[in-house]
Structures are given as structure tokens and as C-alpha cells.
């Protein structure tokens, strides 16, 4: 059987959909029981969504297999909008998404693997720098502040020798040369992210809040998912976009201005975001949505935090046991650091890990 994944070289983005055996975790983050002690004794789950995880998802299902090939996982990694939609209509048990469910998507009875009275919880389970890619003829370094990022996106940068981008990078042999931006297509969580940064670090030039969906009227080239986007930078001329680090292979990471500070799209400096974030108000007591603060004076800004959606009680118990025991491998130290090795990931911190680990004990 076949896992829907894509590993970070740029190559397995054009595989099909691949599904693997796999079966639960323990609390101590062996993949042989669940977080709560039990170990499944064979099933299969289903999930969907957002495809910057796929390098983890592949690496937390192969960890499965080899524990317990009891349970086959399948995981497809068709974007961050259709794994919501696959979860909230049943044709999943759980979705990843890089972003949580809204105030208005979420509500008790709105989930068809989920009992009538019981909401969906939003676990974080993959954090990530989203990098700003580029492949400009003759340049090997890129430093971009916020405005200048936003002001190349919207389309009002359109020439990579613009006064604003020579002004940051005075060595570069910048050329004469037009800029061809690349945006995700579809329903994107990475999008999401993206605008998000922007639209907090550079609000005088990004005047669109933060969407899933790319706007329309700033033009550039539109490709669907992660693994079209690093190749239309790699395949085209002059190009920029961006895309989870994992996925971005050999191109150009542009550093971003932070302060007085030029910060590379590290593990470590995104992962300061997440501790530095508030969950959202209003929600239920294990339920861990962000509010993410991507103007800290440390971290790297274009963070993406890749939450597993769950049921907080399902309609079939062997549901329950089934997501509870490999999301609660995936949430555990040993697996955050096989998705760190797999994926270059930052790992939850022990406190994020240890809110995860009770929300998914929450799980019915």
C-alpha cells in the first residue's frame, strides 16, 4: 500500500499518492501505543490536507509501519482547503491544514465523523519557515524587508535592478531583468501564512487582509500546490515565490529584515513564534488554534504552523483510538524530531508539546 507524500527533494513532488501501514504511538513517543497507553489493534485512517507536511507525514507513517503494520494510514496531501473539507464532511478522520478552522467553520454538529455535540480541535503538530525562493541569473544571496517582499508580490516591483531591492543587496549583480512572482493557485494554508507575514510586516503596502486564496488583482504566476511552485521557480527565469523550507530544495532563500537583524528561514529561528503566540479567544478549553505574532523581534516571520484537525469525541470509537495514537506520535518528542530529520521542521517546545499531549488525551 501507498502514503500520499512528498519528500523535500524536489523530484518526489511529481509521485503519485503513496499509502503506508502504520499503527499508534506511546507516551513516551514510541509508535508501538498511543498516547494513552493503548496500542491499536489494526484499522484504517484516513486523512488529507496540507501538502507542506507531506516530508513529515511520510517519515511519522513510515515510523508506524515499521512499529506495527496493523493500522494503514493513508495521508494525501491535496492542500491545506481540501483536507478541511474532506475533514468537516467525513470523507477523512483527520485533515492537516496550515491553518486552523475559523470562528464560523467551527461549532459542535459541523463535523460528520464527529458525535453531535463535539467540536473539532486544532493541535499543532508542524512548525516550519516558509522561504522565500528565488532563481535570478547571476545572483546567489538575496536580502528582501517586508516592504520590498510585499511590493514584489502585490506587482508593484516589477524589475529586480528596482531601486528598493538594490538598496538591500548593493553587491548583487542584480539584472535589467523582470520579475515573474509565484503564487499558489489553490486553497492554501502556505498562502494563508504568507499573506499573514505581510499583512502584519508590511501594512502600508499589503492592503489585503490574510487569505487562503491569493489575490487576484496582483497578477504574478499562479501554480497549484507546494511542489508546483518550487518547480516554476526552478524551471523559470527571474523567478520568486515561496514555499515551505523542506520543499524548497536547492533554490535561493532570500534572508528577511527582522529588526536590524537578516534572519535565514531556520528551524530555530521560527520556532521562537509559537511560544511567543496566544491561542485564539473563545475557544474550548483543548483546543490550541494561534494567534500568530509575526512581529517578534527574534523570530523569522513567514511561519507556517500545521495543525492536525480532530474531533474532540467521534462517532466511532475505533476512530478515536486510531487519531489519538498516531497524532499523538506525531505531537511526541520522538516524533518531532524524526519530522525535524525528514522535513527540517522546529519541534515543539516542551510546554507546546505537553498543551498537545492533553488535548489529544481529551480525545473520545
Given at each position: 500500500?501507498?502514503?500520499?507524500?512528498?519528500?523535500?527533494?524536489?523530484?518526489?513532488?511529481?509521485?503519485?499518492?503513496?499509502?503506508?501501514?502504520?499503527?499508534?504511538?506511546?507516551?513516551?513517543?514510541?509508535?508501538?501505543?498511543?498516547?494513552?497507553?493503548?496500542?491499536?489493534?489494526?484499522?484504517?485512517?484516513?486523512?488529507?490536507?496540507?501538502?507542506?507536511?507531506?516530508?513529515?507525514?511520510?517519515?511519522?507513517?513510515?515510523?508506524?509501519?515499521?512499529?506495527?503494520?496493523?493500522?494503514?494510514?493513508n495521508y494525501s496531501p491535496d492542500g491545506s482547503g481540501a483536507g478541511r473539507e474532506a475533514f468537516t464532511s467525513g470523507a477523512v478522520q483527520y485533515a492537516g491544514s496550515d491553518r486552523p478552522f475559523k470562528d464560523e467553520?467551527?461549532?459542535?454538529?459541523?463535523?460528520?465523523?464527529?458525535?453531535?455535540?463535539?467540536?473539532?480541535?486544532?493541535?499543532?503538530?508542524?512548525?516550519?519557515?516558509?522561504?522565500?525562493?528565488?532563481?535570478?541569473?547571476?545572483?546567489?544571496?538575496?536580502?528582501?524587508?517586508?516592504?520590498?517582499?510585499?511590493?514584489?508580490?502585490?506587482?508593484?516591483?516589477?524589475?529586480?535592478?528596482?531601486?528598493?531591492?538594490?538598496?538591500?543587496?548593493?553587491?548583487?549583480?542584480?539584472?535589467?531583468?523582470?520579475?515573474?512572482?509565484?503564487?499558489?493557485?489553490?486553497?492554501?494554508?502556505?498562502?494563508?501564512?504568507?499573506?499573514?507575514?505581510?499583512?502584519?510586516?508590511?501594512?502600508?503596502?499589503?492592503?489585503?487582509?490574510?487569505?487562503?486564496?491569493?489575490?487576484?488583482?496582483?497578477?504574478?504566476?499562479?501554480?497549484?500546490?507546494?511542489?508546483?511552485?518550487?518547480?516554476?521557480?526552478?524551471?523559470?527565469?527571474?523567478?520568486?515565490?515561496?514555499?515551505?523550507?523542506?520543499?524548497?530544495?536547492?533554490?535561493?532563500?532570500?534572508?528577511?529584515?527582522?529588526?536590524?537583524?537578516?534572519?535565514?528561514?531556520?528551524?530555530?529561528?521560527?520556532?521562537?513564534?509559537?511560544?511567543?503566540?496566544?491561542?485564539?479567544?473563545?475557544?474550548?478549553?483543548?483546543?490550541?488554534?494561534?494567534?500568530?505574532?509575526?512581529?517578534?523581534?527574534?523570530?523569522?516571520?513567514?511561519?507556517?504552523?500545521?495543525?492536525?484537525?480532530?474531533?474532540?469525541?467521534?462517532?466511532?470509537?475505533?476512530?478515536?483510538?486510531?487519531?489519538?495514537?498516531?497524532?499523538?506520535?506525531?505531537?511526541?518528542?520522538?516524533?518531532?524530531?524524526?519530522?525535524?530529520?525528514a522535513a527540517g521542521s522546529a519541534p515543539l517546545s516542551e510546554a507546546m508539546a505537553a498543551k498537545v499531549k492533553a488535548s489529544i488525551d481529551s480525545i473520545k
Amino acid at each position: 500500500m501507498k502514503i500520499s507524500s512528498f519528500g523535500a527533494p524536489v523530484a518526489l513532488f511529481a509521485a503519485a499518492a503513496l499509502t503506508l501501514s502504520a499503527c499508534a504511538a506511546n507516551e513516551t513517543g514510541n509508535p508501538g501505543t498511543g498516547t494513552s497507553g493503548s496500542a491499536a489493534a489494526g484499522g484504517t485512517l484516513a486523512g488529507k490536507g496540507a501538502s507542506s507536511m507531506s516530508a513529515a507525514q511520510q517519515k511519522w507513517i513510515a515510523d508506524y509501519q515499521s512499529a506495527h503494520p496493523g493500522v494503514t494510514i493513508n495521508y494525501s496531501p491535496d492542500g491545506s482547503g481540501a483536507g478541511r473539507e474532506a475533514f468537516t464532511s467525513g470523507a477523512v478522520q483527520y485533515a492537516g491544514s496550515d491553518r486552523p478552522f475559523k470562528d464560523e467553520e467551527m461549532g459542535a454538529g459541523k463535523f460528520a465523523k464527529c458525535t453531535a455535540e463535539s467540536n473539532a480541535l486544532n493541535l499543532p503538530v508542524y512548525v516550519s519557515p516558509i522561504a522565500v525562493i528565488f532563481n535570478v541569473e547571476g545572483v546567489d544571496s538575496l536580502k528582501l524587508d517586508a516592504d520590498t517582499v510585499a511590493g514584489i508580490f502585490a506587482g508593484a516591483i516589477t524589475k529586480w535592478n528596482d531601486p528598493k531591492i538594490v538598496a538591500t543587496n548593493p553587491d548583487a549583480k542584480l539584472p535589467d531583468a523582470n520579475i515573474t512572482a509565484v503564487h499558489r493557485s489553490d486553497d492554501s494554508g502556505t498562502t494563508n501564512n504568507f499573506t499573514d507575514y505581510l499583512a502584519q510586516a508590511a501594512p502600508t503596502v499589503w492592503t489585503q487582509p490574510a487569505a487562503d486564496t491569493f489575490p487576484a488583482a496582483f497578477g504574478g504566476e499562479a501554480a497549484k500546490g507546494t511542489s508546483a511552485v518550487v518547480d516554476a521557480v526552478t524551471t523559470g527565469t527571474n523567478t520568486i515565490g515561496y514555499a515551505d523550507a523542506s520543499a524548497a530544495g536547492k533554490l535561493g532563500h532570500a534572508e528577511l529584515k527582522v529588526g536590524d537583524a537578516w534572519l535565514k528561514p531556520t528551524a530555530e529561528a521560527a520556532a521562537k513564534i509559537v511560544d511567543e503566540s496566544a491561542v485564539l479567544p473563545g475557544r474550548g478549553e483543548h483546543d490550541l488554534a494561534l494567534k500568530l505574532n509575526r512581529l517578534s523581534k527574534d523570530a523569522y516571520p513567514a511561519v507556517l504552523v500545521s495543525y492536525a484537525l480532530v474531533c474532540q469525541t467521534y462517532k466511532d470509537a475505533k476512530d478515536a483510538e486510531l487519531v489519538k495514537g498516531f497524532i499523538g506520535y506525531a505531537a511526541s518528542t520522538e516524533g518531532q524530531k524524526a519530522a525535524q530529520t525528514a522535513a527540517g521542521s522546529a519541534p515543539l517546545s516542551e510546554a507546546m508539546a505537553a498543551k498537545v499531549k492533553a488535548s489529544i488525551d481529551s480525545i473520545k
